[in-house]
């Protein structure tokens, strides 16, 4: 078998990384081609990076964050009430790594949302499958699925992601099958996966928010028991931009 059927057999079993590597070291000239020990190596670690960034595309495609934010663009400061050294505690996503929560709230167009998608597309960078939804969505979601019986495959594929974002919690009125189906899930995450939600209302509101009592402290205690706060400050980011 020579060179070029090589390249071709690796590409036929998939192994895309591994082939432009090898055609990489075949487009040098023999006497600076690594030795056998070393090219191996070098295709391994070439397969195993590009299996790592076709999973992070795949997780970013289906994770539909509401905006493409990178961590470097979330403005910090004290008169923000978040500042670095909060960005940089979270940025590295270890509170999804311990399984804990975050609540991030503040008013209208703070930035919060590109702070919750800063952190969803962080997550997608380091092997974190993350689901975006807004309330909206997710009310929506509930009811189809209710209406043809999809209600537990939908709520096995939210399972599957290592963080949910819901945002815009305390926009859109929670029914009954609502609020079940916020406990179911965050009963299957308690402890073993984490949820971001953005808010505009303070936390404090959120149990009324709810709605039915029982119900609002059993959402409650799995949200807030094992979770971080972000209470964000300032005026709406929008309007600066405006400006």
């Given at each position: ?148 019986g999809t209600f537990l495959k939908m709520i096995t594929s939210l399972e599957r992601n290592d963080l949910l974002i819901l945002d815009d919690f ?74």
């Amino acid at each position: 078998m020579n060179s070029q059927e090589t390249v071709i057999q690796l590409r036929e079993l998939k192994l895309k990384g591994m082939a432009d590597a090898f055609e990489s070291i075949l487009s040098l000239p023999v006497q600076n081609r690594p030795a056998m020990e070393a090219t191996i190596a070098r295709l391994a670690e070439a397969e195993a990076q590009d299996r790592r960034n076709r999973k992070t595309e795949m997780y970013l495609k289906t994770s539909r964050l509401r905006y493409t934010a990178l961590i470097e663009d979330v403005i910090c400061g004290t008169d923000r009430n978040f500042t670095k050294d909060d960005l940089a505690a979270f940025a590295d996503c270890s509170f999804i790594r311990r399984h804990e929560n975050l609540l991030i709230q503040g008013k209208c167009g703070c930035g919060k949302s590109f702070i919750a998608c800063a952190l969803g597309r962080q997550a997608c960078m380091l092997g974190y499958r993350t689901a975006y939804l807004n309330m909206n969505s997710f009310v929506e979601k509930v009811a189809l699925s209710k209406l043809d019986g999809t209600f537990l495959k939908m709520i096995t594929s939210l399972e599957r992601n290592d963080l949910l974002i819901l945002d815009d919690f305390g926009l859109q009125p929670m029914d009954t099958n609502t609020r079940l189906a916020m406990l179911q899930i965050l009963e299957e995450r308690y402890e073993r996966k984490s949820v971001i939600i953005v808010s505009q209302l303070p936390i404090n509101k959120w149990y009324d928010y709810i709605g039915d009592p029982t119900l609002a402290d059993a959402i409650m205690d799995r949200l807030v028991s094992n979770a971080n706060k972000i209470e964000l400050k300032g005026d709406s980011m929008r309007q600066k931009k405006k400006k």
